[in-house]
């Protein structure tokens, strides 16, 4: 065995794109228990993703290094292969059998005969709407249109309404978007997955579509679950402005599984966030895909001095007005807010290290820490006015019409 495995890393030494040698090489460190190292071989012949050997043995690899996630998405992987075999022995090994192809067995050698029990799932960290300050009316709206069908889906399904789908909620940056997700995801007691850029983008041709159906693949496995794709237009630019067919083919497959083509995608809810919705390709938003837009607008008066108190709370301050605070700051964002609660810290800590006498901060720092500042909704803003009023969209954009009208920005 030694001499085979001295013979064989010549071979790749002097040529690495000896397909056979490194298969072989793969195939012994494998059964030597180099675990790792086998991934390592078996990653670097799966570059041309034509074959569903190599992820399901990744699959193997990472079950006994004890990298269940990662099990589970080369799982899924290799059944998006066209000559993915259900037959396969190794799969009653993972415990894979036909259920989606996502089970693993719940712990011991792989070698044991043993039933497969389905991997615990964690839950989201739990934000609920009661920890969203503000923001009455846009919470109903979320209520009733997302969480009640999760909550009560007997009584939906008697009027043909769907609990999952694709909801979008946009606006100006820094309005808690992300938090809302999140808080969604607790209410309606699913898990909760936030799908980062990176996770899907990825330098090898066809690799980022398939990143993507596999995390679609492990929602409909794991449902009820909530997918957040924060920065949607990243991942579904408008095809009639992109300029690569990386894009568009990105789009083509985001729109197939939005679709449930590769699996039912009921109780799978999928909430996506932009802050240009303009730029998101228009067949993202039609029936059947994110065809719920809800617009998440700056906090109003009432949310902006409710933020006041909850960033002051554990601070040492003296006497506050937090609705007059909240006069002086419209168009303020939560994430504007937290930097004149840091200004007015930072006022004061300033100036206790100068003087020696320590004080709470005061009315006076932070409206300091407001006129210093200027609310960053506001290019936002003037942007949409102009798509809204002179592009021809509003008939898209309802809600944020609504709110630029009674903000008296139209």
């Known amino acids: 065995m030694d001499s085979e495995r001295i013979e064989l890393e010549r071979r790749l030494l002097s040529d690495p794109f000896d397909r056979d040698a490194r298969v072989r090489y793969a195939q012994l460190l494998f059964d030597e228990a180099e675990w790792r190292a086998s991934l390592d071989q078996w990653r670097i012949l799966d570059r041309d993703r034509t074959s569903a050997n190599a992820p399901l043995v990744m699959a193997l690899c990472c079950r006994r290094l004890d ?7 080369h799982l899924a992987e290799a059944r998006q292969r066209p000559d993915f075999d259900p037959d396969d022995p190794r799969l009653a090994e993972l ?19 043993r039933e497969a029990a389905i991997v615990s799932i964690s839950r989201s960290d739990r934000v609920r709407f009661s920890d969203v300050v503000g923001m009455r009316d846009l919470k109903k709206i979320l209520k009733l249109r997302i969480v009640e069908p999760f909550a009560r889906p007997g009584l939906f399904d008697r009027f043909k309404k769907r609990s999952g789908g694709g909801v979008l909620l946009y606006g100006p940056p820094g309005c808690g978007k992300t938090m809302i997700a999140r808080a969604i995801a607790t209410e309606c007691d699913a898990r909760f997955t936030a799908v980062g850029i990176s996770e ?49 083919t ?75 605070l909240a006069a002086r700051c419209p168009n303020f964002s939560g994430a504007d807010i937290d930097g004149v609660v840091e200004y007015a810290k930072e006022s004061v800590l300033a100036e206790i290290l100068e003087d020696g006498r320590e004080r709470g901060v005061r009315q006076e720092d932070l409206i300091a820490g407001i006129e210093a500042a200027a609310p960053s909704t506001l290019e936002w803003l003037r942007t949409a006015r102009n798509l809204v009023k002179y592009g021809g969209a509003a008939a898209g954009y309802k809600e944020l019409a609504r709110y630029l009208r009674a903000a008296n920005l139209f």
């Open 200 to 248: 899907i983008l990825d330098l090898w041709v066809g690799q980022s579509e398939r990143n993507l159906a596999s995390i679609f693949e492990r929602a409909r496995a794991e449902a009820p679950s909530v997918l957040f794709f924060d920065e949607l237009d990243a991942l579904a630019y408008s095809r009639s402005k992109a300029s690569s067919d990386h894009t568009r």
């Open 250 to 324: 990105l789009v083509n497959e985001f729109l197939g599984q939005l679709d449930g083509f590769s699996g039912r995608n009921e109780r799978v809810l999928v909430l996506a966030a932009t802050n240009m919705p303009w730029d998101v390709d228009e067949a993202m938003k039609r029936p059947g895909r994110f065809d719920r837009q809800v617009f998440v607008p700056p906090p109003d008066e009432e949310a902006r001095a409710e933020m006041f108190e909850s960033r002051l709370r554990d601070v040492p301050h003296e006497a506050l007005d937090p609705t007059r």
């Open 95 to 113: 415990g894979a059998g036909v259920s989606h192809g996502l089970k693993v067995l719940a712990g011991g050698r792989l070698d044991e005969p």
């Open 67 to 73: 990298l269940e996630d990662e099990a589970r998405i």
